[in-house]
């Protein structure tokens, strides 16, 4: 999916609904993350990290009613789809298994393109621990290719691991093994089917000694950069923990 597609989606999605404002989750919200960690000159990412022509569509209100609007309108084999060759699946905050806090920590994308719709894209810290528990066999490449572009660090995903809602121990044990398989390049490993020494994922569970200079948004605790405010940018620098109660 390009950027101008996800752009489309966004003011089509609030259009229909509308609503000035949607959130974006599943493999496509990467791709203002990518645009803004691309660097100069840009870095090549790999095409995994943009091969879904579907971007998930979440009403900021959680509407059931609204999420069968988008569904029927520019969902899969609609009309749009057909014409575009790209779609948006209607989807429920229920949908993201993230740690808690996930939706402060989106990327306001909002353009001429997408005509003042925002549409927050979540953070790949987020993306990764929510693919990671939803245990799909299709998306294993994709987070491999997470890892392996230094998109996402170990540290933040085992920090923010614990306070996905609702984690039962037996998914903790799972999920960890699989992280600490991804980060190690274990692809025999990557089901997390076999287990990891338990002290290799603790120290860095524990770890609160960030150098600050070196924190940024992928490092725990996080830190939300600098958005220019036409954006719909949260407030400038403003730090939000993954610890945070909400």
Known sequence: MLDEQLEHLIRASGAII??????????????????????????VFPDILKFSMEADIIPIDDDPRKIDEIDGSIG??????????????GVSMKTARAPKGWLSRCYPLVNNNTWDVVGRCMHPNDLFIAKLLANRPKDRDFLAAMVECGIVRRDAVLHGLPHVPDLTDQEMVFARNRIMALFAGDRENIAGERQVPKSSASSAMDRDDVDPVKKDLFEMPLIIAEHDQSAGSVENSQAISILRNE
């Open 18 to 43: 509308g609503d000035r404002e949607v959130v974006v989750i599943g493999s496509q919200s990467i791709l203002p993350w990518l645009k803004k960690y691309a660097g100069k000159p840009p870095k």
């Open 76 to 89: 899969e084999d609609s009309l749009f789809h057909n014409a575009h060759g790209y779609y948006a699946q």
